[in-house]
């Protein structure tokens, strides 16, 4: 099995009904190409995981996003060189971060077979950091860390809750709220 989340790996992956078109294309530009299985609600597909060692990040991205405005794809599976986690990235260029998940259960999530191992990518959420009063709004989720475990609470009265409360969160940076 390659190991997914190792920084000193980057690759792409792909599922379409074009894969061998988009296959000509990423041997011609020199890519390594790794045929895999994809399994969704009972139906089996080919996907493949293809890398190229002399490309850089912009590189791959750039490929990635060829391949899926030429062939009419919405979306890719990236990940960069550097990082331990991949992206889905659409053909408008924007992207989620997603985990893996070995031996996936969830029947709602595509999962990817490979040398006997099956794995996903599930949607990670994302945070942001508050760092000053104005930053709290009657009615947002916070999340804060108080012994070892996040805790939500929901914002009723900023201004004296920031005093009491975010404001040691803040300074050591214990508290976050969810992207939308």
Known sequence: MIDLTNPKISFILLSSDKLEDMVSILYAKEYKIIPIKGYYHGQYEDSVIAYNDDNDNDELRK???????HFHQECGIIKYLGETNVKKTFS????????I????TD????????????????EQVRYWKPT??????????VEYF???KWYE??????INEYERLYKLFIKYDKIRVVSK
Do not use: T
């Not at 000053?132 to 989720?141: H, P, Q, S, T, W």
């Not at 609470?153 to 900023?158: F, G, H, I, L």
């Open 92 to 99: 408008d260029g924007s992207e989620k971060p997603m985990g």
């Open 146 to 148: 108080n012994n070892n």
């Open 132 to 141: 000053k009063k104005e930053d709290f709004r009657v009615g947002m989720l």
């Open 153 to 158: 609470k929901r914002v009723e009265d900023p």
């Open 107 to 122: 029947a709602e999530n595509i999962s990817y077979l490979y040398n006997g191992v099956s794995f996903s990518f599930v």
């Open 63 to 69: 490929d990635l996003l060829f391949l899926l405005n």
């Open 101 to 104: 998940v070995i031996y996936n």
